[in-house]
């Protein structure tokens, strides 16, 4: 596709709720990243992926959050046993970069966001 | 840690006129990018502008220019000509490329309206 595809736009979960957020990124873009963007807050980052491996989960706020990339494309970011301070909206964006090269030369390509919200 | 500050939650200018979004930085690194996103309704990151530190001479981009002063930290974003268009919320933020991958920190934005 053209750009960054995000599914589902909306997520309503009761609390103690799994949900599953799937990212599409630009064909082609190696690097992928998960940001959380809770209201009135920027976004902050999540994790970071080169083709299929997480090279950094240092933003996950819990063992709860796990995400994959097993082909090295589509994304998805897992939530168990959503509670309350999960509500946010996640935005994915994708980047042609590769490690060791910098980035100067290719800028965050960003989806329009899942906005979660739990009840 | 790097930290991005913008301490202006709500601006309004009227169309046509000039209006000027603040934001500082902390940081320890000497090599480092730093971006202007906007974010409309739609909630997509739109890159706005961008700068390298190492360049002295402020960006520009059309109607959007930065000024750029580093020993302060600061790293303002003049709209110029403002358009219904520009109506958005406006995050400033930071990028060392140390690790070579785009782990950009952001600031909590600024909610531009714009006046017709």
């Known amino acids: 596709g053209a750009g960054v595809s995000q599914s589902p736009r909306y997520k309503v979960a009761k609390r103690g709720q799994d949900v599953a957020l799937r990212c599409d990124p630009i064909?082609?873009?190696?690097?992928l990243f998960w940001y959380q963007q809770a209201l009135g807050q920027g976004p902050e980052f999540l994790t970071y992926?080169?083709?299929?491996?997480?090279?950094?989960k240092s933003g996950l706020p819990s063992d709860r959050f796990f995400a994959e990339r097993p082909e090295g494309s589509v994304s998805t970011l897992k939530i168990q046993r959503t509670q309350q301070e999960d509500s946010a909206v996640y935005l994915c964006?994708?980047?042609?970069?590769?490690?060791?090269?910098?980035?100067?030369?290719?800028?965050?390509?960003f989806g329009n966001g899942t906005r979660l919200t739990v009840t | 840690a790097q930290t991005v500050t913008q301490s202006q939650p709500e601006m309004s200018v009227q169309e046509a006129e000039t209006v000027t979004l603040s934001c500082t930085y902390d940081?320890?690194?000497?090599?480092?990018?730093l971006f202007w996103y906007k974010q409309p309704p739609s909630r997509q990151m739109i890159l706005v502008i961008r700068q390298e530190a190492y360049k002295q001479q402020n960006a520009t981009e059309n109607r959007f220019s930065v000024n750029f002063q580093k020993a302060a930290k600061s790293f303002s974003l003049k709209i110029s000509d403002s358009q219904l268009g520009d109506t958005a919320m406006y995050f400033c933020a930071f990028m060392t490329p140390r690790g070579g991958y785009q782990k950009v920190t952001f600031g909590t934005g600024t909610k531009l309206q714009v006046i017709p």
């Open positions: 964006a994708s980047s042609s970069s590769i490690s060791g090269q910098g980035a100067r030369d290719s800028p965050l390509h």
């Open positions: 992926f080169q083709n299929e491996a997480q090279l950094d």
């Open positions: 940081t320890s690194e000497s090599n480092y990018y």
């Open positions: 064909s082609g873009h190696v690097s």
